[in-house]
């Protein structure tokens, strides 16, 4: 009997406390500015992918829903890099669940590429090691190349891959994510850089401040410093959604519940509470504050109106392998990453 060519991993979401956004003129998916996130748990994926002869094509499900063709084509192109590597021309099932409510509008491709290029890996039984396995999540969805690694991440203006920066436990900070709506974003991340570096007369000076952002943030991380890094944090954010909101047309994501929100936090703050807010593409508000205060953060954000769910989470583990036994729900983690204090 052939052996099956079979494949699960695991990886978390992430949420970029210096924000990268914007493509390298370099191509290949690298990015312009450099990015340092948190690896966060509460926010996984899981992917199983298997090799099969009687297939004339991927098929992709995702949360139980087949993806069409053309829905699949970033799945595919990922599949095809590491089919590369073999002689083999087999295409795949892919099934992926997010453990996060979907409706929740958050971004799934960090975790979701991540968890995707280390299962189709081991099927194909490449032996990738976690730089390979980055740089490959990378040029799929640069985000996603910080989700191979748990606790604080960074991935450097035009960098290949991630690297590891610390454990989560050197500054245990958790996030509190205020979704104010769900559903799909109007303008996906990719588009939308393309869209702010094209138009927007700031994206040029966006550029040239996000390494100083970057430095104060990673300074602030190593420090241990709440109060330089809440500054630097929302500095970031909004220096990013200005690019989106002073582009023609405007990318605007925010929503009347984002602005009341970021009004809340800044008010709380002056009034002691150690909160800093950050907001991807989309118009959710994620709150960062040290883990102790998070029951309290995460209180007051439910109490807010237009504030229909609200999320707890803490940082997380490393993209890992999964056993191939059982339903992928219940499969067991095996550690992948040697030396990861995360994992
Ligand atoms: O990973 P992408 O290419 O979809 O871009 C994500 C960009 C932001 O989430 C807005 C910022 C970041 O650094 O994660």
Partial sequence: MKPRLHGRATACANIALAKYWGKSPLGNNLTATPSLSLTLDGLTTRTEVEFDASLSADRVVLNGVELSREEATRVSAVLDKLRARTPLTLFAHVRSLNTFPTAAGLASSASGFAA?????????????????????????????????????????REAVAATPLCSGAHFPLGMAVAVVEAGPKPVGSTSGMLHTARTSPYYQTWVAHAPDVYSRVKRAV???????????????????????????????????????????????????????????????????????????TAEFLRSVPGVRQVLSVTPGRGASLLSLDGPLEQAHEHPWLEGDPDS
């Avoid at 023609?248 to 809340?264: D, I």
């Fill in 222 to 296: 190593l420090e241990r410093d709440f109060a330089t890094l809440a500054d630097a944090v929302e500095h970031s954010a909004l220096l990013m959604h200005s690019t989106m909101i002073t582009s023609q047309p405007s990318v605007l994501y925010w929503k009347a519940g984002t602005v009341e929100l970021l009004h809340a936090i800044v008010t709380r703050r002056k009034q002691g509470h150690p909160e800093a807010f950050t907001m991807d593409a989309g118009p959710n508000v994620k709150v960062l504050t040290p883990l102790e205060h998070l029951p309290q």
């Fill in 116 to 156: 995707l290029v280390l299962a189709a890996s081991k099927a194909l039984d490449l032996g990738l090691d976690a730089p390979e396995v980055s740089r490959l999540a990378r040029e799929a969805s640069a985000s996603a190349a910080r989700s191979v690694y748990g606790g604080y991440v960074e991935l450097e």
